[in-house]
C-alpha cells in the first residue's frame, strides 16, 4: 500500500467543524481513500471511503484533491465522543492480495 | 447481531507460557487479520489469512503463530519465544472480492485483547 502522511495531534472544540487532512502523494490509479476511526481502548471503526469523488455519510464527509494527492476528512459538527484516533490509509482495488497497513494515525482532540 | 469476538478481553502470560487469543467471526468474510498495537503506536500487522488453511506472515510474526481450520475462526498463539508480548491485540476481517469482481476490502475489527505479562 502507499504510505500516507497525517498530522499526530489536532484540536477541536465541540459543535465546530474539524478537517483532518491526509497527504498520500504516490497514490495509484486503483488506490481507494480509507478513513478508519479508533476510540479510546476499542478496535478500530470504518468511517468513509472514496476514489474521485467527494464523498458523505452519516458519520462524515471526505473531500478529495482533484490530482487525489491528498483528501480531506470532515466532521461537521465535532462532538465529545469524536475523540479517537483517525487513520487514513489506501486500499489498492486491482489487486486480488493486499497488506493492510496502519500508521500513527491523527489524535483528535474535542474540547468541551 | 453480525461481527468479531475476540477474547477474552484480558489475558496474562506466564513467563515460558503458550497463550492463544481467540477470534471469531460471523460475517462471512473470507478474510482475516491480527494486528498488534503498542502504547501510543498504529497497527502492526501480524498475520493474515485470505482463505481456509491458508495465512501469511505480516511484517511481525516472529514468536506468534496462527491457524486458519475454519472460515469463522483465527485464533492467534503467543509463543514463549515472543520476549515482549505486552501490547493490545485486534483481530479483523473483510471480504476480498465483491460480486462485481471489485473488492470492498473494508475491514470490521473486534474489541481487542490486552495480553499483559505476569
Known sequence: DAKTTQPNSMESNEEEPVHLPCNHSTISGTDYIHWYRQLPSQGPEYVIHGLTSNVNNRMASLAIAEDRKSSTLILHRATLRDAAVYYCILRDMAGGSYIPTFGRGTSLIVHP | ?118
Open chain 2, 1 to 118: 447481531d453480525g461481527g468479531i469476538t475476540q477474547s477474552p478481553k484480558y489475558l496474562f502470560r506466564k513467563e515460558g507460557q503458550n497463550v492463544t487469543l481467540s477470534c471469531e467471526q460471523n460475517l462471512n468474510h473470507d478474510a482475516m487479520y491480527w494486528y498488534r498495537q503498542d502504547p501510543g503506536q498504529g497497527l502492526r500487522l501480524i498475520y493474515y489469512s485470505q482463505i481456509v488453511n491458508d495465512f501469511q506472515k505480516g511484517d511481525i510474526a516472529e514468536g506468534y503463530s496462527v491457524s486458519r481450520e475454519k472460515k469463522e475462526s483465527f485464533p492467534l498463539t503467543v509463543t514463549s519465544a515472543q520476549k515482549n508480548p505486552t501490547a493490545f491485540y485486534l483481530c479483523a476481517s473483510s471480504t476480498v472480492r465483491s460480486s462485481s469482481g471489485r473488492a470492498k476490502n473494508i475491514q470490521y475489527f473486534g474489541a481487542g485483547t490486552r495480553l499483559s505479562v505476569l
